[in-house]
């Protein structure tokens, strides 16, 4: 997902928000509980600005400018739907807005990554006990393919990962390789040794090998399928298995670590990622034996327009989809040309009825600054991603998700997505 602005507990990037965490402190205020109306508790840090809407239709607000808010404004709306804007920055600043309803979404909590890039890294080293295999090598969601007993993992972001290394066979996994909270601040050299004896700070062990079955690719459409299964906690997430699909049914083959090797609250995530913009996401206590998913439909309804004067307002008209249930839907707007990339949540339950939505104009309100507003005469790619969330699974945990975060076991999400080329 989007990487750029947001960090959760360390993972880089907006699709890196650690989104809606509990807890979160900060300075700055705004609301009273003495007032009319619902509040919703609002924590937000190292934004640039933040903006509140209450209602569907009401003015919008600002409630900070730069730096941290904790506050509880009002939503007197009849149908508790709000709206809260806030701006992470960096090289391309990032403008999230949520569209939800109190019932669905009581608090929200924020954390903007900062506005500088992480130092990258190169870790590199010899790998031991291939016996005529390969490994996959990944720190992180960082990865390397060995076959000749090196590998070189560059441009990496420093930090604290759990480094899994996996021996495959005619790509079957049989042993596995796994040391949890390394750090890696400088370029450094760190060897692998899949004969070295299982211990307590590197685990060493030998697996089964599990399968993942994907169907309904459209290889009429050329369509490819990257297939992904992490170890994750709640702040780590590792790739144990990784494989690109071109072909119905196609198979990737992951590890099944044992239950005794796990530590608490971790979990397996899996992603289907399709070029074509469709997807599934799915995290798991443990995996089976063999898993096998079948691809979303298409999202062909939503067309996009954009006014030619003034303020630039995106319009988007068809929401209907074949898949249920619908949870909301994100609207991406980006282009190379353009000052900021927007991030727009909208809930099911806050568009109701409606089967068209405008984007909000925010550039009249104080604090802000124009280098947020999307500028004319420069190429806009707009993207309307449908989300459909099988089980229930709280707002903030989708929004969570999709800010790049590690959802709980039990989490699932299936997506579709439409694209256009706009000429604002």
């Not at 890294?121 to 090598?137: F, H, K, P, R, Y």
């Not at 370029?187 to 700070?201: A, K, V, W």
Request: hydrophobic share 40%; aromatic share 8%.
């Amino acid at each position: 997902m989007y990487r750029n602005s947001y960090r959760v507990l360390g993972v880089a990037g907006v699709f890196g928000l650690a989104l809606w965490l509990s807890g979160c402190g900060g300075g700055g205020g705004g609301g009273d509980n003495n007032l009319p109306g619902a509040a919703v508790q609002v924590s937000i840090r190292g934004a640039q600005w933040i903006g509140f809407q209450d209602g569907a239709n009401g003015a919008w607000q600002t409630l900070a400018g730069a730096g941290d808010f904790n506050g509880a404004p009002r939503v007197t709306a009849a149908d508790g739907r709000y709206s809260l804007a806030y701006v992470c920055g960096g090289a391309k600043p990032t403008v999230h807005v949520v569209h939800t309803t109190v019932s669905e979404a009581p608090q929200l909590n924020a954390v903007c990554g900062g506005s500088s890039t992480p130092s990258t890294i190169t870790v590199n080293g010899t790998v031991q006990g291939l016996e005529g295999g390969q490994a996959l090598i990944a720190i992180g969601e960082s990865t390397a393919v060995s076959v000749a007993g090196t590998y070189t993992i560059s441009s990496m972001p420093a930090g604290t990962y759990d480094v899994v290394a996996v021996r495959l066979a005619s790509g079957t996994p049989n042993r596995v390789w796994l040391q949890r909270g390394r750090t890696f601040t400088t370029s450094t050299t760190y060897d692998i040794n899949f004969n070295q004896t299982d211990g307590s700070l590197v685990r060493v062990f030998d697996v089964s090998s599990g399968t993942l079955t994907i169907a309904g690719i459209d290889t009429g459409a050329n369509e490819n399928i990257t297939a992904q299964v992490s170890l994750q906690s709640a702040v780590r997430s590792s790739i144990i298995g990784l494989g690109v699909a071109t072909q119905d049914g196609a198979v990737i083959r992951y590890p099944m670590i044992p239950n005794t090797v796990l530590s608490a609250g971790e979990s397996f995530r899996v992603r289907l990622i399709s070029d074509a913009g469709r997807g599934i996401e799915e995290v798991v206590a443990s995996l089976p034996s063999s898993q096998n998913y079948t691809l979303p439909a298409p999202f062909s309804n939503p067309s996009f327009s954009v006014n030619s004067t003034g303020a630039i307002v995106v319009d988007v008209v068809g929401f209907d989809y074949s898949e249920s249930p619908v949870r909301g839907y994100l609207l991406d707007l980006s282009g190379d040309g353009q000052p900021a990339r927007y991030q727009i949540l909208i809930s099911r339950s806050w568009l109701g009825s409606a089967n068209r939505y405008s984007t909000p104009v925010l550039s009249n309100l104080s604090g802000w600054n124009a280098s947020w507003t999307l500028q004319r005469g420069q190429p806009l790619n707009a993207a309307l991603r449908v989300l459909v969330v099988p089980n229930t699974v709280p707002t903030d945990t989708l929004w969570l998700a999709l800010q790049g975060g590690n959802p709980p076991a039990g989490f699932q999400l299936r997506y579709a997505t439409r694209n256009a080329s706009l000429n604002p």
